[in-house]
Antibody, heavy 118, light 109 residues
Framework: QAQLVQSGSDLRKPGASVKVSCKTS????????MNWVRQAPGQGPQWMGW????????TYAQGFTGRFVFSVDTSVSTAYLQINSLKSEDTAVYYC????????????WGQGTLVTVS | EAVLTQSPGTLSLSPGERATLSCRAS???????LAWYQQKPGQAPRLIIY???SRATGIPDRFSGSGSGTDFTLTISRLEPEDFAVYYC??????????FGPGTKVDIK
């Protein structure tokens, strides 16, 4: 059974950077795309983009270019989200979410990481 | 831009009742790539339905999805206490690649 375990909550000051990890187990890491989803307080989920875990090639949604960086380390089956130049409006819960090939949904999610910028 | 609209915003029902949730897309959803998720407070979303009508692994058969094109429905045949939550629909294929609806909250009457 797939498990996605994210790093813990983080409090950062505006202008700082943060790196969220998503460690996976129970499946072949490179056989699935990994997506990142943001959920601001009291709001619905918002897709940030995905990374091809086999090639390391990222795709960013509009509004998530420039300050956001997706990466993977296949040796430890882990995906990363780095956010640079943090702003107060980046305060949200960030989820990693696995996408099966040839499907348009997320069948397994991390537990979420709360990033607070204050 | 593909926009999803969900109705109603809140559905107040009693355990044992039938819940019918609607999701409407501003443009036709590619290959019926329409999914439904359940989210409880403090938890990650959980996949319920994918491909408009296929139940995800471990999802009980009281959950069913239907629809095509721009109109989709999630039905919970008999509400159990653990079903009270927020439900989101999500489409894949139109720009942006993935979009979520605003959600329908199913709460206890």
């Amino acid at each position: 059974q797939a498990q996605l375990v994210q790093s813990g909550s983080d409090l950062r000051k505006p202008g700082a950077s943060v790196k969220v990890s998503c460690k996976t187990s129970g499946y072949t890491f490179t056989s699935y795309l990994m997506n990142w989803v943001r959920q601001a307080p009291g709001q619905g989920p918002q897709w940030m983009g995905w990374i091809n875990t086999a090639t390391g090639h990222p795709t960013y949604a509009q509004g998530f270019t420039g300050r956001f960086v997706f990466s993977v380390d296949t040796s430890v089956s882990t995906a990363y989200l780095q956010i640079n130049s943090l702003k107060s409006e980046d305060t949200a819960v960030y989820y990693c979410a696995r996408q099966p090939s040839y499907r348009g949904d997320f069948d397994s999610w991390g537990q979420g990481t709360l990033v607070t910028v204050s | 831009e593909a926009v999803l609209t969900q109705s109603p915003g809140t559905l107040s029902l009693s355990p044992g009742e039938r819940a019918t949730l609607s999701c409407r897309a501003s443009q036709s959803v590619t290959s019926n790539f329409l999914a439904w998720y359940q989210q409880k407070p403090g938890q990650a979303p959980r996949l319920i339905i994918y491909g408009a009508s296929s139940r995800a692994t471990g999802i009980p058969d009281r959950f069913s999805g239907s629809g095509s094109g721009t109109d989709f429905t999630l039905t919970i045949s008999r509400l159990e206490p653990e079903d009270f939550a927020v439900y989101y629909c999500q489409q894949y294929g139109s720009s942006p690649l993935f979009t979520f609806g605003p959600g329908t909250k199913v709460d206890i009457k």
